[in-house]
């Protein structure tokens, strides 16, 4: 009896395991991916050499005097910008005022002294033609005044000289620029020659950047060169190389000069970030660099279409800004998952999201 119902449990539970065994097996089947796409596009890249140096100043005078005398005022400081022909500092001109006036006076003399003679020379050709006197009497008369005229021209010389360094006790700046060092106080006395301010000129400044003796062969005088400096850190400047020095230094190197004019803020001194271009791919296939996922076959993208993943197997070229370029495997304007992308297979369901904009140009 006993066994009779047990018998009859187990014909009664055997549809109910049955369909539990299909419910199982209904389950596994993998869900959709969730992916955001974008499409492939066409971009210019350049292919450079990229190293960072220094800016040097091509133009850092310093202005000493030119005169002897005592400093009165000074009108610039360290670290001031001063425009060209800008008074920088006055000095004391009261000796060159006294000689001044004592050549002005000597000059007053000689001008006397050479009308009187005029007269002399004057009277004494008539004197002659009337034989009252000797012509060598009357010649020594215009000896003199010939003489006096001469004396009269060194005097007159003597005048501007003293004038033009009268004049040099107003010291100005030669350049455009900024002092760097302020030598001199009021109260000093300088020598002729003595410094008085060292400056940096702005307008013409030198980039030196250093390269891998191994690039060098890729470099060479012309290449355009953009520069970007930590002082002025929203501007960029496009040059080209201007000489590439022959000798590779000591940190096995090959200095390249680029040359920076009329920029403001930037600096000597500064670094510089230089950026050579060698070449560029006008029609570059990218994508962004999520998109591109490592398999066992190589490097590989997913093409989605039909909400299903298609694993392309890709070449890679350049990389730049966030994307990469496809040189074999993709077309541009096929669209390819980008988040997510790495938990793909081939054939794989997906899900797709929003879609990306496209890729910034």
């Known amino acids: 009896m006993n066994k009779l119902c047990l018998l009859l449990a187990a014909t009664l539970l055997l549809p109910g395991c049955a369909k539990k065994a299909e419910d199982k097996n209904q389950s596994v089947a993998p869900p959709a991916t969730l992916v955001n796409v974008t499409q492939a596009q066409t971009r210019k890249l350049e292919i450079f050499e990229q190293t960072i140096g220094t800016m040097e100043s091509l133009i850092d005078p310093g202005v000493g005097a030119e005169v002897g005398a005592k400093v009165l005022k000074i009108f610039a400081h360290a670290g001031q910008d001063v425009k060209k022909g800008q ?3 006055i000095l004391d001109a009261t000796d060159y005022v006294l000689q001044k006036r004592e050549a002005e006076a000597e000059i007053a003399r000689i001008e006397a002294l050479l009308t009187n003679q005029g007269r002399i020379v004057e009277r004494n050709q008539r004197l002659v033609q009337k034989n009252f ?3 060598n009497a ?4 215009s000896t003199q005044q010939s003489a006096l005229r001469e004396e009269q021209e060194a005097a007159r010389a003597r005048l501007a000289s003293i004038e033009h360094n009268s004049s ?13 060092k302020q030598i001199v106080s009021p109260g000093d006395f300088i020598k002729q020659g003595d410094p008085l301010f060292q400056l940096i000129g702005t307008q013409k400044l030198r980039a030196h950047l250093p390269f891998p003796e191994g690039v060098a062969a890729k470099l060479h005088p012309g290449q355009t060169v953009r520069l970007f400096t ?3 850190p929203d ?10 020095k022959p000798l590779i230094g000591s940190n096995r190197a090959v200095d390249i000069i680029a040359d920076v004019t009329d920029q403001n ?5 500064a670094s510089v970030n230089g950026k050579v271009i060698l070449g560029e791919h006008a029609e570059a296939v990218v994508v962004p660099e999520a998109s591109v996922v490592l398999r066992p076959a190589g490097e590989v993208v997913y093409v989605i279409k039909d909400n299903s993943a298609s694993q392309h197997i890709v070449k890679t070229g350049l990389r730049q800004d966030g994307v990469v370029e496809i040189t074999t495997g993709l077309s541009a304007g096929e669209t390819v998952a980008v988040d997510g992308a790495a938990y793909l297979t081939d054939k794989a369901p997906v899900n797709v999201q929003q879609p990306k904009e496209g890729l910034q140009k």
């Open 87 to 89: 008074l920088l500092a």
């Open 133 to 135: 006197i000797s012509q």
């Open 138 to 141: 009357a010649e020594d008369a």
């Open 168 to 180: 040099k006790t107003q010291v100005f700046s030669p350049i455009d620029g900024r002092v760097e």
């Open 230 to 232: 930590p002082t002025v």
């Open 235 to 244: 501007q960029v400047y496009t040059t080209t190389i201007k000489e590439i």
């Open 265 to 269: 803020g930037w600096q000597g001194g």
